[in-house]
């Protein structure tokens, strides 16, 4: 397993690391039940902080791709990829929402609005 | 336990100088890098936390223990590197190893030469042959062969080449992965603690600028580059200093993620360690 | 402690064999003249300044405030100096005496029990020497550091004798050898009395340092 992290990239280092690995688990590089390194030997190896790949792994395990037993470690989730990505959907559709309430509510054209979330969304 | 090392309202008056009402916590498993200038206090907290020297306010708990009552028995935890090296010029590391069994419960004779070895340390050379890394190395064999669970050293790595300075971070990060353990060490070579700190904990002037974790640091600070008539227009309130050159400003300001929308057509850096030391420390405000 | 005293001990390995040379040199030079009172005198003193020469080697390594980091008290680090002076000034009475009484019987003079008790009596009054001449000196270093104590501790020596010399030339009747026997008997109480005294004005003086 590659991991691979920037530090010119204005991304930061947890979401690399969980974007690498979720990654690696759609594209099946990581099968259900595959055992992640320990977050500890994981910062060891790329030389970072454990508080930061401690975030990583949570994000991971928040949104359903992997999960962490104390004392066991990090595995592989149980993979419903559908699920997964109606989940993701539908939390872009709930922050969205939120944000269109409030533009409409303080006058923010469709267009003010639009152009927000191109800025947002080219920024890497 | 949580919280190997508690530190709250620390004080010390040198009369010049004060050391006023430091708090912050050292959490298991992690590394924590104190940082400031010269002067700033960092080896006053670390001789207060050793009891070297006493204290005038507060209160230091180590495991969970006072500092102070429990002193020396909360020692045979603690591995601490100062940073000379302390042992007599004329004495052999093999001589070193008898010296501290008859000091340490704890002390593993096997293990420190197992250390020696790694260091290529000769066994059987007087110290006043080493060189300033391999003094360096031989305190930290030492601090280590007893077995501690807290690592406190004052400004390990300066001085020493770069190669030697990862060496020794290596084995900092390989001390850390028991979660029962922790290290404080005291630095101003950021681009180290940029490596492998947890939690960073900047003292300036006797006093507490912040003790947080890194990634919340570097989340919290951006520096912007702008004009200087655009600089009249940021908020006061989001600017933690500033440096003015001949082109334009460079400012630093804070809440980085909550601001990223109010100033998204600026443009807006990530800032390092370094930045964030210095323009606490040199870069002028309002 | 053993661990404090160890280390000094592995700092003292010149001194000591320093030591050895000059008990040697003074054994021949004894046996040459048949004087042993010379290499009496000449082990003490260079004995009772050995504590304190590891003093000085702890100053330059910056020992005490790395070895109060380690599970050691304050009150161990003092005593660990007094304990080693003790095991010191034992070790050279002991061997002055046995070379005195070597130089004393290849003379070929008679080695009665007068002589015996002679020797024992000088290597005896060397070890008090020593231990009384730290008791005095120690106090004095931990309150002003080696350097600033070395000029007291010249005054600790010299000012005892230049009283007597001085009360002697003013035709002050001073108390014979005869008088002083008396004392003999007393001085192991008096040396224990004057190491407590001792003992605790360092240890109150170096609890209160900064390091």
């Known amino acids: ?124 | 336990m949580e919280n190997i090392l508690t530190i709250e309202n620390l004080t010390k008056d040198y009369g010049e100088f004060i050391l006023k009402e430091v708090s912050f916590q050292l959490p298991k498993g992690c590394i924590m890098g104190l940082v400031g200038e010269n002067g700033a206090g960092k080896t006053t907290i670390i001789k207060l936390i050793l009891n070297l020297i006493k204290k005038d306010g507060g209160s230091i708990q180590i495991f969970g223990l006072d500092n102070i009552e429990n002193d020396p028995a909360l020692k045979e935890g603690i591995g601490v590197v100062l940073d000379e090296s302390n042992f007599h010029d004329n004495l052999k590391s093999t001589e070193v190893s008898k010296i501290m069994k008859n000091i340490y419960n704890k002390w593993d004779e096997a293990l420190y030469f197992k250390y020696l070895n790694r260091f290529k340390l000769p066994a059987d050379k007087k110290i006043k042959e080493f060189s300033k890394g391999m003094k360096i190395k031989l305190s930290i064999a030492a601090a280590l062969s007893h077995k501690p669970q807290l690592l406190i050293l004052d400004e390990p790595t300066s001085g020493l080449d770069p190669i030697v300075r990862n060496e020794i971070l290596d084995i900092f990060l390989e001390f850390i992965q028991d979660e029962e353990r922790a290290i404080l060490f005291s630095s101003h070579i950021t681009s180290d603690l940029d490596k492998i700190a947890d939690y960073i904990t900047f003292i300036h002037n006797g006093g507490l600028i912040f003790s947080q974790s890194k990634e919340e640091m570097l989340d919290y600070y951006g520096i912007i580059k702008c004009g200087t008539d655009q600089f009249q227009l940021i908020d006061k309130e989001d600017i933690v200093g500033y440096r003015r050159n001949s082109f334009g400003c460079e400012v630093l300001i804070r809440n980085k993620r909550e601001n990223r929308l109010k100033y998204r057509d600026w443009v807006m850096d990530d800032a390092n360690l370094e930045d964030i030391m210095l323009f606490h420390i040199r870069g002028e405000k309002n | 402690m053993k661990g404090l005293i160890l280390k000094d001990i592995y700092n003292l390995r010149r001194s000591l064999n320093t030591f050895i040379i000059f008990i040697l040199a003074y054994s021949i030079f004894s046996y040459a003249t048949g004087n042993i009172a010379m290499l009496m005198v000449m082990s003490v003193f260079l004995m009772s300044s050995m504590a304190i020469s590891s003093i000085v080697y702890d100053d330059l390594a910056k020992w005490d405030i790395y070895a109060l980091t380690m599970p050691v008290t304050r009150r161990q680090m003092v005593l660990s100096k007094y304990i080693l002076q003790l095991l010191l000034s034992l070790i050279s009475a002991l061997t002055a005496g046995f070379c005195a009484l070597l130089v004393t019987s290849l003379r070929g003079d008679l080695i009665g029990l007068s002589t015996i008790l002679d020797i024992s009596l000088d290597a005896y009054i060397a070890f008090l020497a020593s231990l009384v001449y730290l008791s005095v000196n120690l106090p004095l270093i931990y309150k002003f550091g080696v350097e600033h104590a070395r000029l007291l501790m010249f005054g600790t020596l010299f000012i005892p004798i230049g009283i007597i010399y001085i009360l002697d030339k003013m035709g002050v009747n001073l108390p014979s050898l005869e008088d002083l026997k008396g004392l003999l008997y007393l001085s192991p109480l008096l040396l224990g009395l004057v190491l407590i005294l001792s003992i605790s004005i360092s240890y109150r003086i170096y609890r209160g340092k900064e390091m």
Do not use: C
């Not at chain 1, 530090?7 to 974007?19: G, T």
């Open chain 1, 1 to 124: 397993m590659n991991i691979i992290i920037s530090n010119s990239s204005k991304k930061p280092i947890y979401e690399q690391i969980a974007s690498q690995i979720k990654n690696l688990i759609i594209s099946g590089h990581l099968k259900e039940g595959d055992a992640l390194p320990s977050m500890r030997a994981l910062a060891q190896e790329l030389r970072i902080s454990v508080i930061t790949t401690k975030r990583a792994y949570e994000e991971l395990e928040r949104d359903g791709f992997i999960v962490t037993a104390t004392g066991r470690g990090s595995f592989v989730a149980k993979k419903n990829l559908e699920f997964i990505r109606e989940e993701q959907l539908r939390r872009v559709e709930d922050h969205l929402q939120k944000s269109v309430d409030i533009a409409k509510s303080s006058d923010i054209s469709l267009d003010e609005l639009m152009d927000i979330l191109k800025t947002l969304y080219e920024e890497e």
